[in-house]
């Protein structure tokens, strides 16, 4: 039997009002303790209606509330669940949660709630993994790909995938047991390219970008040697001071991120040391982390001055970036041209133009630089990290398959159809370690 957990499921701080949740089979019970209805006689309360009244710490009067009861199994957890909603306030709903600490719940732990929900079979692991994404969405593309796997998109895609693959491995196992039935090249010809459908079905689902802009958004790092505008072109951006300008080189030593929202999704934008030798132990560090920043970003803008020659510091920089997008901004294009642009070395696929930090509307191509580092296809079915690496991960299996299969080793392909069908299950925690559930719900709220 399991005990019965409460927590305050509302953010903390002050609003209109506070939710305390209860789940387990003392719920009904611990509510009897902690709620006097305003008609007496209006016990047992109905289910899934409010009731007003107030809540009490033994004869002690907390608060007007309203409370409402879910018997199991119609309910967030499919146990009994009792909620009870006192005003907002940070000191009233702390003792809500006390008074029913005090009539025998226990202090629930971070997403407990789901992780009931998920270990009493009313939503799989992904669906679980989708409430929290959804809490956590600060941009408008991540709440619909979380509304979308909370809807079950990833769960009934890995359960299509899965049943194709159940039904493949029943084929080879046919062909193992019955060589004299069903021969090998017969098994390869129709496994293959069942195969095949399978691996690609995978991989086109699981794009690992999409994920990680989903899950923390774009990272862009503004780089170039000192004083070339960096942090005057974050602060443009942003439309916010956030990092200080001066005419003096060495000014930025730690990074400084300021956030936007490009279409739908968050852009973290990280202004950089600028990058040069320096004797200064402090500017040195700055530049080490600036350097680090660089190589984790999803793309980078290259800041060079138009105003001024091409300085080595300005080529090593561009010889040494990461490969991935790159916008290379001529800023200080209101100043006379100082700059040649024919010297300039750029890589297939970068884009360039001439910006001025002073003058929002030259920024326009930066944007859209920005924006369309934003974009990925929007039906994806997998959308989460931990989804996406499993996923691959499975793909990867079935293209060990299809290679054992090529060389009749039929004994490998099971083995290898196995190693992907536990990847698949889990994604949904259908076969899944305590170890991950427990790393699943550690990052979940409590109350949730
Ligand atoms: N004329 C002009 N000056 C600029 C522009 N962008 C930045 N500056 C000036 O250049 C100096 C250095 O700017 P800052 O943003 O601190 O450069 P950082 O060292 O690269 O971060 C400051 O005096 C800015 O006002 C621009 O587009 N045009
Ligand atoms: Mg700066």
């Not at 862009?220 to 040697?225: D, E, P, S, T």
């Not at 010889?319 to 024919?342: H, R, S, T, Y």
């Not at 580092?373 to 931990?386: G, V």
């Amino acid at each position: 039997m399991r005990d019965t957990i409460a927590a305050i499921a509302t953010a903390p701080g002050e609003g209109g009002i506070a939710i305390i949740r209860l789940s387990g089979p003392e719920a009904e019970r611990v509510l009897e303790r902690v709620f006097r209805p305003a008609r007496p006689d209006a016990w047992p309360l109905p289910p899934r209606l409010m009731t007003y009244g107030t809540c009490v710490d033994g004869d002690e009067p907390i608060d007007e509330c309203l409370a409402v009861r879910f018997p199991a199994p119609h309910s967030y957890t499919a146990e009994d669940v009792a909620e009870i909603q006192v005003h907002g306030g940070q000191a009233v709903a702390q003792r809500a949660l006390l008074s029913c600490l005090r009539a025998g719940a226990r202090l629930a732990g971070p997403g407990e709630f789901t992780r009931r929900a998920f270990e009493n079979g009313r939503i799989d692991l992904s669906r679980a993994e989708a409430i929290m994404a959804l809490i956590a969405a600060r941009g408008e593309q991540s709440r619909k790909a979380a509304l979308r796997q909370l809807k079950g998109s990833a769960a009934s895609f890995i359960g299509r995938v899965s049943a194709e693959l159940y039904s493949c491995q029943a084929a080879l196992a046919a062909c193992i047991d019955y060589p004299e039935e069903i021969s090998e090249e017969e098994a390869a010809s129709d496994l293959g390219p069942r195969l095949e459908r399978l691996r690609s079905a995978l991989s086109e689902s699981a794009d690992p970008r999409a994920a990680r802009l989903l899950s923390g958004g774009l990272r862009a790092a503004i780089a170039g040697r000192p004083n070339v505008g960096k942090s005057s072109l974050l602060n443009a951006l942003i439309g916010e001071n956030r990092a200080i300008v001066t005419a003096i080189p060495g000014t930025t030593r730690d990074l400084v991120t300021g956030e936007l929202s490009l279409n739908g999704c968050e852009v973290r934008l990280t202004d950089t040391a600028g990058l040069r030798d320096t004797a200064d132990p402090v500017e040195q560090e700055g530049i080490s982390r600036a350097r680090a920043e660089l190589k984790d970003a999803d793309c980078v803008i290259a800041v060079l001055d138009a105003s001024m020659p091409l300085t080595d510091e300005d080529k090593a920089l561009l010889e040494g970036l990461p490969d991935c997008p790159v916008f290379v901004a001529l800023n200080k294009a209101d100043l006379p041209a100082g700059l040649d642009e024919g010297l300039l070395t750029l890589r297939p696929g970068w884009e360039l133009a001439r910006v001025c930090a002073h003058q929002p509307d030259s920024l326009a191509p930066l944007r859209a630089f920005l924006e369309r580092q934003t974009r990925f296809s929007d039906r994806l079915s997998l959308t989460q990290p931990r989804h996406v690496e499993a996923a691959l991960r499975a793909s990867n299996a079935l293209k060990d398959a299809l290679e054992a299969l090529r060389q009749g080793a039929l004994d490998l392909v099971s083995v290898d159809l196995q190693t992907a069908q536990s990847a698949l299950a889990e994604i949904t925690g259908e076969d899944v370690s305590e170890e991950v559930i427990d790393r699943v719900f550690a990052e979940f709220c409590v109350g949730k």
